[in-house]
């Protein structure tokens, strides 16, 4: 069965570097999407991604976080400057031309120190 | 504000018996509801979805129930088995987002006693 794949699965920086993660989406896949989860909470939508540019972001998604599809499979969420509050699981998922659903990643924990 | 909630933080049931997740959502234009499963250090993983078109859906050994009149969304797992164990959330979708952005709810954790 058809895979998203994130790497690094946990990831360990220090306040104010630069991450990026990385997803790999569901090969036919048109739509793509980052959610967080900070420990214990809900899985909260950052933003959706579709024929190459945002369409639509949450207020979590501020001038720190960004996005890009830079080969046509690769789709990453780079956080410029961390917060200690950007700790949480990230999650990429991905969904088909006519389809309700999403298939998630395994997630990428990061941890801010 | 949009808000999708769940009753219950944690719900431990014996095993081979029937579980019933609850969920309650604010919206009352969504029209499309979907119940994910995570297991500890996984990502969601789909189970069921139903449209608000619909009342009851069933799929293997689950079945979702959607109570538009009280906004209430339900997920029943017969005869529950530890691999059962996990979080369960419930989600929607609002009729405002045109991205298929979901509104998730906090989980209830489901713990299967042997």
């Known amino acids: 069965e058809p895979e998203v794949t994130q790497t690094p699965s946990h990831q360990v920086t220090q306040m104010g570097q630069e991450v990026i993660l990385r997803c790999v989406p569901i090969s036919n896949h048109l739509y793509f999407y980052w959610y967080r989860q900070i420990l214990g909470q809900k899985v909260e939508f950052l933003v959706s991604?579709?024929?190459?540019?945002?369409?639509?972001k949450s207020e979590i998604f501020d001038d720190q976080f960004s996005v890009e599809r830079p080969d046509g499979s690769n789709f990453t969420l780079k956080i410029r400057s961390t917060k200690l509050e950007d700790s949480a699981m990230y999650f990429c998922?991905?969904?088909?031309?006519?389809?309700?659903?999403?298939?998630f990643g395994s997630g990428t924990r990061l941890t801010v120190v | 504000g949009e808000s999708v909630g769940l009753h219950l933080p944690t719900l431990s049931v014996q095993e081979g018996d029937n579980s019933i997740i609850n969920c309650a959502y604010s919206n009352s234009a969504s029209d499309y509801f979907i119940w994910y499963k995570q297991e500890s250090g996984k990502g969601p993983q789909f189970i069921i979805d139903?449209?608000?078109?619909?009342d009851k859906r069933q799929g293997q050994r689950v079945t979702v129930l959607l109570n538009k009149t009280v906004k209430h969304l339900s997920l029943q797992i017969a005869a529950t088995q530890p691999g059962d164990s996990a979080v369960y959330f419930c989600a929607e979708i609002p009729p405002t987002s045109g991205t298929y952005k979901y509104i998730f709810g906090t989980g209830t954790r489901l713990k299967v006693l042997a």
């Open positions: 139903i449209r608000s078109n619909m």
């Open positions: 991604f579709y024929n190459n540019e945002i369409s639509e």
């Open positions: 998922a991905s969904r088909g031309q006519g389809e309700d659903g999403y298939t």
